[in-house]
């Protein structure tokens, strides 16, 4: 049996796991897990009305969440071997599969730098990019109306600071965190700052230095890849056409809303 990734492309670490595989051209069977749709928008499971493709759909979304007690992509089957948490899976696969140095460097400061990044991403990027998705589409889509503009500040405040330490103290000058070559720091930060573009907020917008960064990430790992790994995040806004059940919405409103607590 090969290896298994169960991915949600909506989510960014998802992406960055996919893109990571792809570019190292890791053999993988891709299971499409599309938790937002299936378990939280009550969707059709994709395969419409053909009923061998639902149930294989709804076959996969089980087997993730076997893999994963979380109940969380990503999820990582090789044989009898699983994982959760996205950088663990990127690191297994970084060394199992013996990619390339400078993703993960083996030079002992370099491979610091990365993981020093990795920590500082999930409490200052990670904690305020993706609520710009919840503020401006999925809570006004479950609640029926617009959150106060002064939520949307206050988020993308504290992400503006955030930027401004990425630019200084992990990029400067060069052109990638770790020096000349990508590694995945970069994959990891660029992933996680498309959530706000992909609804209007282009944060990229007056940060020279971050859009070349920008630019030489996507041409390292290929403009084609790159584009083809945030298609549904950059078409996320045509999930404010479709209908949720009025049940559903009164059941979530109220836990979407915790969210920017």
């Known amino acids: 049996m090969g290896l298994e990734l169960y991915l949600d492309l909506l989510s960014q670490p998802c992406r960055a796991i ?3 595989a792809k570019k190292n051209n890791i053999s993988f069977e891709f ?4 938790l937002f749709k299936d378990s939280v928008l009550g969707r059709r499971t994709p395969g419409g009305n053909n ?4 149930r294989a759909a709804q076959s996969q979304s089980a087997e993730s969440g076997k893999l994963n007690i979380l109940k969380k992509v990503p999820a990582l089957k090789d044989g009898s071997f699983t994982l959760s948490e996205s950088t663990a899976i990127l690191l297994y696969l970084s060394r199992k599969y013996n990619t390339p140095d400078h993703w993960y460097p083996s030079d002992i400061q370099k491979r610091a730098l990365v993981d020093e990044y990795l920590s ?7 904690a305020n990019a993706p609520k710009t998705m919840w503020i401006k589409l999925l809570i006004p889509l479950f609640t029926g109306q617009p959150l106060p503009s002064e939520k949307l500040q206050e988020v993308m405040e504290g992400l503006s600071a955030s930027l401004k330490q990425f630019e200084e103290k992990f990029l400067q000058d060069k052109l990638f965190v770790v020096g000349s070559e990508i590694s995945l720091a970069d994959l990891v930060a660029v992933v996680e ?3 706000p573009v992909g609804v209007g907020c282009d944060i990229f917008e007056g940060r020279p230095r971050l859009v070349e960064w920008r630019d030489r990430v996507e041409e390292a790992v290929g403009k084609e890849l790159f584009l083809q790994a945030h298609e549904m995040v950059m078409n996320i806004k045509e999930l404010s056409n479709i209908q949720i059940d009025p049940q559903l919405k009164a059941q979530l409103a109220p836990v979407l ?3 920017l607590q």
Request: charged fraction near 20%; hydrophobic fraction near 40%.
């Open 18 to 20: 996919y893109i990571f």
């Open 31 to 34: 299971k499409h897990v599309e």
């Open 51 to 54: 009923p061998e493709q639902s």
């Open 120 to 126: 500082w991403h999930h409490t200052n990027i990670r």
């Open 193 to 195: 700052l498309m959530q």
């Open 257 to 259: 809303m915790k969210v």
